[in-house]
């Protein structure tokens, strides 16, 4: 038996924790990480097909749970609040005994609960988190990111809105009045002067807003011609509607077609947003259709898809897909570790190089424990076949291209410090 | 100069004059009584003196300073206790602590925190309070929620917590109104005791002439905002305006 | 005793012993049960059920007593939050200092906001209270974040330069919060048989704080100063006429209770060193109305059950997934499993707001008095049960 | 259903004529204790009964009962108004039986205008008095009729609070300490319009604490004490007896 | 000075959002006394039987069609709206696409039975009870009732939006002598101006040049005393109440198109509800309306770049300093009568 780490398993069980938010404005969005989650364990008993287990690049799982232990786990309401993100997850430590939470639905509680995983001695597999800082001035020895960042997202959109709109381009941003908002914005507006584009105005906007029509309603007399919308979830889809409500997708601007750009996609916003999407880019972790259309590279989507559809009966999200992701990388990582010291796993995903796990070529880079894979760029399906074809994929851009250097300045101020094992 | 000086009180209500050029002055350890008609401004006067309304224009003045643009709970303290017409007390507690609460305000002034001492500590209030629900007759009712009392009973215990504060002058505006026979008789009694025993003005709202005429040592009568006559009481009897303007029959 | 009647010395001694025994208590069912999913005696809910509790005593202090329903409550236990954790970011990681720096900001944050907000009454009152909590989680979440770190919340980090102490450990690590040296996260596990219990320093530190608070409170509301508390909501206008002015008592127990807030803050963040700016939200200040009428608004001890009420049901209620559901009812034939968890699934989980508001129904239409009336009609019963029969017949008429 | 019961078993009854108003048995409590122990009268029709006692009796309780409003509740007991049950109806639907009650402390209705509350009173048929007769009864209130009613003075809301009564359509008229604030000229005028509706046929009960007006003005007298009946029969009797007011009015 | 045209016209768009809700709120808040923190939960209900008309409208049967596959590589199943099937595809479209102005109709008996449903089995038994309990059960309520939408509903937004005759939007610049694109507004959002006034109107003369209006005052100052007038007032708080909740949800069903539907677009709105109406002044519904449109165009003149340069986070904040200032000038809020709700 192992021990000298917080809650080194001791039966024949091993437990999971998965703190998603599942009540909300995110709650549809947890949901679908946790069906995620579920399926994850699911595929580590040895249920189910197997998933992406079976493309996965590292052939360490077997089925059999994670080194022999059955795997368990145990759920948690976020609330999208840190503080209830923090309590949820104390008592997953405390009481039920979880050696690594996953999950989350927005930077500021994964970074809250990250700090927390920090101080309590267990590994942290982020979910949805997009901010520069989780990775960036608040990453943390404990904590691990999949998904993609804000400025990620800013490098791999700025060749393509350069093809779609050129660079002369008057650009007017709303975002969001907290942490990933500004995160995002700063990105994409230096992405996008590199191009040669001119940011007209930045206005910040109250998280609560409802309504954007004030926002919105000046645009066209700024002189801009390209709206960008740093906004996610709720936020997102009302400033969408607003701006389209607005006339701005029919408008001209400069002598142009004006634009609106949302740089962070997701396919629940799309969907809220319906037919008001159509046409507008952005950018996604993963899509569920990148396997079928841009081939091989991005095997294990297919797996994943089978499996999980087959499962609920849609289509995955990127949110769904990150944690699964997340689930097996850990599992995977204590295999290789051999224990379920965080120390030991973390020395494991340190520098970690996999694949089949539906983003092609990935790194887990040690510097910031960020990993880095291909990004997509998507827009809004013009006439969608059906409820599940909302996006369509303009391009994967390629690694390289959007890899920065950990001392990056979006990125600096915070260092890692040393893993924790806790008691 | 008597204890209350009131010199050329107006007030309006909108279109509607309720006090007219009101003096009146009232002499110390006396009992003043204001009669008239319904309507004739005797609450209204009473509400100058408190602090509840602001005289348009005029001055009252109070043991030789003016009252005017002080609040309520100052005028209090200058000595001014005042029984209302429709009973105002401390409905969710009980009638003892209604009693203690005039008792704090009187040693403790407008704002004192004791809050760390309990109430029932304080063994001396406690039998002031006692000794005078006592004289109200109203010692057996010490438990009570005031709220559910009779109004004859709440009527009693307000005009106990005003006595309790000892004031230099008690307001009562229709102290006896709704009190069975009996009461109104003790309720007399009381009051002449207590004004025989301690040194207390009194300026009194009465419809009841009963009362009016065993107590009063002067007495007003106000007509539509306006004094009509001030006198003794055996001079207002007889009166013929004020027999015409108020007291019909009954006199 | 302590200066106080038998009643409340005895109701005091009934919270000392259950506060201290609460890790017995809390934990009725052994750790490999199926049931042990209700257990809640781990030391962050434990933490949190008296930390809320003296939140709301504190509110208590003000709505039980004046009357006056404040809606932003929830701006001083936030800025007694950020004081803790700025005074161990700056200073020292003991949580003395904090916790002592946090009831004073609250204080003079509460001085200020009572002082405007007490000029009117009633519902008008309310919405000032608000708007000032409002605006407060609104700037902390946005323009403030230097000093909030905004969405995030404030959290400790490894340059924090804190003065009189080291902004590292010798490892590597962020320092954790301590008593003098006993860290507030230490815990003492004893296992009896298939049963576990958990002591944890941080929780017994709340507790101890908690038993003052509340013999705090018993005191103020049996002193003069309650009865004149009690007097405001009564009548204010006699209040006036007696002589007594309204406005010091009611601003003394806004302060009051602020500083009973801003107590809970900072230990919130001594026992996990996070402030989020969400704790000032509204539906964090209507939280601690609910948990106040929720257990019985004026009585003593209401207010600490409703809190432990609702934390309860967030804490625990939110973690029964189908899973656990389906471990439960194993038992059953596959089909009458799969009906049961299907009954049962809206209301556990991401339901579990479901229950809660269902719950705050019921209390509310059956038990008037919150959960207090419950217990004293559950006593009544009782007592019914041994007294004499006819007379019980003779007092409370049939309908 | 709407048979009046046959009440011969209460004794001290000379049925002459059949009664009107008929109180059988009634008990009523609040909260836990009980206020009226087993009331019982009868009322004729055109008669003045004056409800008598001590503050605290159970006189407004017993009126309360009657116009069967929420508080105090009736346990048992029978309230028959011409042939119609009111002690199984709601108090809008007695209203709607011909049940007038004047409550104690008058109850304007804040926010209405003087004419407001008494046209708030002929929504409902049956409709009463016209506004126009009323303001000639209460010339006073014809002034005023433009004004707020909470701020009318004491003898003015005990005015509007009568002829909102007889704005409807009423068979019987419950009194509630009437003359209780008024001018004596005014209770005068009130006791003028009582007997002018009496002669009109109305059929009154009047609770007042000045026992001797209210006897005279009475055909019988019910004396409560405790929520018992203790005396029940003439007015003039009572006016006549000294022992029997020293007994129970104690005046 | 054309920004300022435009941010007023959308403070009235907005405004005539916020008196909308706060009318409904003030109805049964300052006028029946009952603090009803589910208000927003019936705002949110009338949002979702515009989603609810759409699905019933939409409602499809399946057929199977083998030359597409779907995304498991299963043949695709395609849906057919009965509507399309027996009118045809143009007018079966047009129905669909109709459907949030004919939720109007839909909503109004829906949610009469609601507010009549929830006044009877509920509201009623709390008039007199403290207001304390009145924020607890109708709180509760508003969980249970968002909960029950999420369930069925779940938590993403649904777009519903508005026929396409209306949609796009209107060029006042143009009209006013300004250039092209300076001033444009919805067609939708001015639908919603247009209708917020009708409802208001239609509300105010009910109350006002009925008696029913005055009774509900009366009433609502003292029940007791009304009954003694023969007015069975239960009865009367009755249809108040379902008039409130139609207008509550008349409010929602409007606001669709505007905003995606979501389970917790209620909540959102309730404090600023209740905002509105005591900035309004307790029991005034010309205040109510007035604060609606007060904060609805100082939000959007705080929302300018203009202002948040000068005062940074200002558009945050507005609403609530608006309130502060407003209570402290004027102690009873902008209309408000005395003594309601001031103790
Ligand atoms: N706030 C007010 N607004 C308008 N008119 C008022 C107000 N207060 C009093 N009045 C009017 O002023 C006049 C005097 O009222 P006041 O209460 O002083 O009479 P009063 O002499 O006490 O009569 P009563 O013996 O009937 O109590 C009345 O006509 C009354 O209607
Ligand atoms: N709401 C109440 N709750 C509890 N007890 C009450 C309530 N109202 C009255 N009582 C009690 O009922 C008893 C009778 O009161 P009631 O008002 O009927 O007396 P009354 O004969 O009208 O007296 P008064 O002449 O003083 O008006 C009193 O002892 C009183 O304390
Ligand atoms: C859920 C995430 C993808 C976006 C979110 N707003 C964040 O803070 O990161
Ligand atoms: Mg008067
Ligand atoms: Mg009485």
């Not at chain 4, 009796?57 to 105090?72: E, F, M, Q, V």
């Not at chain 5, 209708?195 to 008696?211: K, N, P, W």
Request: with cysteine; proline share 4%; hydrophobic share 45%.
């Amino acid at each position: 038996q192992e021990s000298g780490f917080t809650n080194a398993p001791t039966g024949d069980t091993v437990t999971l924790g998965f703190n998603v938010p599942q009540t909300g404005p995110y709650a549809d969005e947890g949901a679908d990480e946790l069906r995620a989650f579920e399926l994850a364990v699911e595929h580590l008993n040895g249920g189910g097909d197997g998933g992406m287990m079976q493309t996965f690049s590292e052939q360490n799982l077997d089925g059999s749970g994670i080194l022999g232990k059955k795997v368990e786990y145990v759920t948690g309401d976020t609330q999208t609040k840190s503080d209830a993100a923090r309590a949820s997850a104390r008592s997953m430590i405390e009481k039920d005994g979880a050696v690594m939470i996953s999950g989350g639905s927005s930077s500021g509680v994964a970074i809250a609960v990250q700090g927390l995983c920090q101080e309590a001695g267990v590994i942290f597999m982020s979910g949805l988190t997009h901010s520069n800082d989780t990775t960036g001035k608040d990453k943390k020895a404990n904590g691990f990111r999949h998904f993609f960042n804000a400025y990620m997202s800013a490098a791999a959109l700025g060749p393509v809105l350069e093809g779609l709109y050129g660079t002369d381009r008057k650009a007017y941003h709303l975002t969001a009045d907290y942490t990933w908002g500004w995160s995002q914005q700063e990105s994409i507006q230096s992405a996008t002067e590199a191009l040669g584009w001119e940011t007209v105005e930045n206005v910040l906007t109250p998280l609560a807003q409802t309504d954007f029509s004030s926002y919105i309603a000046p645009v066209l007399q700024s002189g801009a011609d390209v709206l960008v919308l740093n906004h996610y979830g709720g936020n997102m889809v009302n400033s969408l509607t607003n701006a389209v409500q607005f006339g701005l997708r029919e408008a001209q601007a400069n002598g142009k077609d004006f634009q609106i750009v949302v740089p962070l996609y997701s396919e629940l916003m799309a969907r809220g947003a319906g037919e008001n999407i159509a046409g507008i880019p952005g950018s996604q972790n993963w899509d569920w259709k990148i396997e079928n259309q841009l081939g091989e590279r991005y095997k294990g989507t297919n797996a994943f898809v089978q499996s999980f559809g087959k499962k609920y009966g849609f289509p995955p999200s990127q949110a769904a897909h990150t944690c699964y992701a997340q689930t097996l990388l850990y599992a995977d990582a204590v295999t290789r570790a051999g224990s379920f010291n965080p120390c030991a796993i973390a020395e494991a995903l340190e520098d970690f190089e996999f694949d089949g796990l539906g983003n092609g070529p990935t790194l887990y880079r040690a510097a910031d424990h960020q990993c880095f894979k291909d990004v997509v760029v998507v827009r809004g399906k013009e006439n969608p076949e059906d409820e599940f074809d909302l996006v369509e994929i303009v391009e994967a851009t390629p690694v390289e291209q959007v890899t920065y250097e950990p001392d990056h300045p979006m990125f600096s101020g915070g260092s890692l410090g040393s893993c924790n094992a806790g008691a | 100069m008597g204890l209350l000086d009131v010199k050329d009180v107006n007030k309006r209500f909108g279109g509607l004059q309720a006090l007219g050029d009101v003096n009146l002055s009232v002499a110390e350890n006396s009992v003043h009584a204001i009669i008239g008609p319904n309507g004739a401004g005797k609450s209204t006067l009473l509400n100058c003196l408190v602090g509840k309304l602001i005289p348009d224009t005029g001055s009252v003045m109070f043991a030789g300073r003016s009252v005017l643009g002080r609040k309520p709970y100052e005028i209090n303290q200058m000595g001014i206790s005042r029984v209302f017409q429709t009973p105002e007390i401390f409905g969710d507690l009980s009638v003892f602590e209604n009693m203690m609460i005039p008792l704090f305000a009187k040693r403790d002034g407008a704002f004192r925190m004791h809050a760390f001492e309990g109430v029932t500590q304080e063994r001396g209030l406690i039998g002031e309070a006692e000794k005078m629900l006592d004289e109200v007759d109203m010692l057996d009712k010490r438990e009570l929620h005031a709220g559910s009392l009779s109004r004859g009973d709440k009527r009693r215990l307000e005009m106990a917590m005003c006595l309790i504060q000892r004031p230099k002058l008690l307001l009562l505006d229709e102290p006896t109104a709704g009190m069975a026979r009996a009461d109104t008789n003790n309720t007399i009694e009381l009051l002449k005791t207590i004004k025989n025993k301690r040194d207390i003005t009194m300026c009194i709202i009465e419809h009841d002439m009963h009362v009016v005429f065993s107590l009063a040592d002067r007495i007003t009568v106000l007509a539509q905002g306006t004094p009509l006559v001030e006198d003794v009481p055996e001079n207002i009897k007889g009166h013929p305006k004020v027999k015409e303007a108020y007291l019909g029959e009954a006199a | 005793m302590l200066g106080l009647g038998k009643k409340d010395l005895g109701l005091l001694a009934a919270v000392a012993a259950l506060t201290l025994l609460a890790p017995f208590l809390l934990n009725p069912f052994p750790s490999d049960s199926s049931l042990a999913q209700f257990n809640a005696g781990y030391p962050d809910l434990m933490q949190r059920f008296v930390i809320f509790g003296i939140f709301a005593i504190g509110f208590n202090i003000l709505f039980g007593l004046t009357g006056y329903l404040s809606f932003g409550h929830a701006a001083f236990l936030g800025v007694g939050s950020y004081a803790a954790v700025w005074m161990f970011k700056l200073l020292t990681m003991n949580v003395i200092p904090a916790i002592i720096l946090s009831v004073i900001v609250a204080g003079l944050f509460a001085l200020l906001i009572g002082f405007i907000s007490l000029r009117r009454s009633g519902i008008y009152f309310a919405i000032l209270t608000l708007a000032f909590a409002q605006m407060s989680f609104a700037l902390a979440y946005s323009v403030l974040t230097p000093i909030t770190n905004g969405e995030t919340g404030l959290q400790i980090a490894l340059d924090d330069p804190r003065i009189l102490g080291v902004s590292a450990t010798a490892d590597g690590s962020i320092p954790v919060t301590h008593l003098f040296g006993l860290e507030m996260r230490a815990t003492e596990i004893l296992n009896l048989g298939p049963w576990q219990f958990q002591f944890s320093a941080g929780y017994y530190l709340c507790a101890a704080i908690m038993l003052a608070a509340f013999y705090l409170s018993i005191r103020i509301f049996r002193s003069p100063f309650g009865m004149m508390l009690r007097a405001v909501k009564s009548n204010q206008q006699r209040l006036y006429y007696t002589g007594l002015n309204a406005r010091p008592y009611t601003l003394a127990a806004f302060v009051i209770s602020g500083m009973y807030a801003g107590l809970a803050g900072g230990l919130l963040a001594s026992m996990d060193p996070l402030a989020g700016a969400e704790r000032m939200q509204w539906t964090a200040s209507g939280e601690v109305v609910l948990m106040t009428i929720l257990g019985g608004a004026g009585t003593l001890i209401g207010p600490v059950l409703g809190a432990g009420f609702i934390k309860y049901f967030e804490n625990i209620f939110s973690k029964l997934n189908d899973n656990v559901l389906h471990g439960w009812f194993a038992f059953l034939p596959d089909g009458l499993e799969n009906a049961v968890v299907a009954i049962i699934h809206p209301f556990v989980g991401k339901g579990w707001h479901l229950t809660l508001g269902l719950m705050f129904m019921l209390v509310v239409i059956f038990l008037p008095g919150g959960l207090v009336e419950g217990g004293q009609r559950i006593g009544r019963l009782f007592r019914r049960k041994r007294g004499s029969e006819e007379r019980a017949a003779q007092q409370t008429p049939a309908e | 259903m709407n048979v009046k019961p046959d009440f011969s078993r209460h004794a001290n009854q000379a049925e002459t004529a059949p009664a009107f108003l008929s109180v059988w048995d009634m008990h009523s409590y609040y909260g836990e204790s009980f206020i009226v122990q087993g009331v019982s009268f009868n009322v004729h029709e055109g008669e003045i009964l004056a409800l008598l006692g001590r503050n605290g009796a159970g006189k407004t309780t017993t009126l309360r009962s009657i116009a069967r409003l929420d508080n105090p509740q009736v346990m048992k007991g029978e309230i028959w108004l011409d042939h119609q049950p009111l002690h199984r109806m709601k108090s809008y639907e007695a209203a709607q039986a011909g049940l007038g009650l004047v409550p104690e402390d008058r109850r304007i209705i804040p926010g209405l205008t003087v004419e407001e509350n008494l046209q708030l009173a002929q929504i409902q048929p049956p409709i009463g008095w016209s506004l126009e007769r009323l303001y000639e009864l209460f010339p006073r209130l014809g002034e005023r009729r433009r004004q707020e009613g909470v701020t009318l003075s004491g003898g003015e809301q005990q005015m509007l609070s009568i002829a909102r009564a007889l704005a409807r359509d009423i068979k019987v008229l419950l009194l509630d300490e009437p003359y209780e604030g008024l001018a004596p000229v005014i209770v005068d005028e009130i006791e003028k319009t009582l007997r002018h509706i009496k002669e009109q046929g109305m059929t009154t009960i009047l609770v007042e604490q000045n026992a001797v007006r209210a006897l005279q003005l009475a055909d019988r007298a019910i004396i409560l004490d405790t929520g018992t009946i203790v005396y029940d029969g003439s007015a003039a009797e009572v006016l006549g007896d000294a022992d029997l007011r020293a007994e129970y009015l104690a005046i | 000075m054309d920004a300022l045209i435009l941010q007023t016209l959308n403070g009235l768009d907005k405004g005539s959002a916020y008196a909308l809700i706060a009318l409904g709120l003030t109805l049964i808040f300052g006028t029946l006394g009952v603090v009803n923190f589910a208000h927003g939960a019936l705002f949110m209900i009338g949002a979702f039987c515009a989603v609810t008309l759409q699905r019933i409208l939409s409602a499809s049967y399946v057929t199977i069609d083998d030359s597409r596959t779907d995304f498991l590589g299963n043949p695709m199943e395609v849906e057919t709206p009965y509507v399309h099937a027996w009118f045809g595809e143009s007018v079966g479209a047009g129905i669909i696409e109709w459907s949030v102005p004919l939720a109007i109709l839909f909503s109004i008996p829906v949610m009469l039975l609601i507010g009549f449903v929830m006044e009877r089995g509920l509201i009623k038994h709390f008039y007199k009870r403290p207001h304390a309990d009145q924020i607890l059960v109708t709180f509760g309520l508003a969980i249970v009732l968002q909960e029950i939408v999420k369930y069925f509903y779940g938590a993403n937004p649904i777009p519903t939006p508005a026929p396409d005759a209306l949609t796009g939007s209107f060029d006042f610049g143009v009209l006013l002598g300004f250039d092209p694109n300076v001033i444009i507004y919805p067609y939708w959002r001015l639908v919603y101006f247009a209708f917020a006034a009708l409802v208001i109107g239609a509300v105010f003369s009910f109350l006002q040049f009925t008696t029913f209006g005055m009774v509900v005052r009366a009433g609502m100052a003292d029940r007791e005393t009304v009954g003694l007038l023969g007015i069975n007032i239960d009865k009367r708080f009755t249809i108040m109440f379902g008039i409130a909740a139609a207008v509550a949800g008349l409010a929602g069903v409007m606001y669709a198109p505007i905003n995606s539907p979501n389970y917790h677009m209620g909540m959102d709105f309730l404090v600023l509800s209740f905002v509105v109406v005591v900035v309004g002044g307790m029991g005034s519904l010309p205040g109510a309306v007035l604060a609606g449109f007060l904060l609805g165009i100082l939000e959007s003149f705080a929302s300018m770049t203009q202002v948040i340069n000068l005062i940074p986070g200002i558009n945050q904040i507005i609403i609530y300093v608006v309130a502060i200032v407003v209570l402290l000038v004027r102690p009873r809020g902008l209309m408000g009568r005395k003594g309601v709700m001031e103790e």
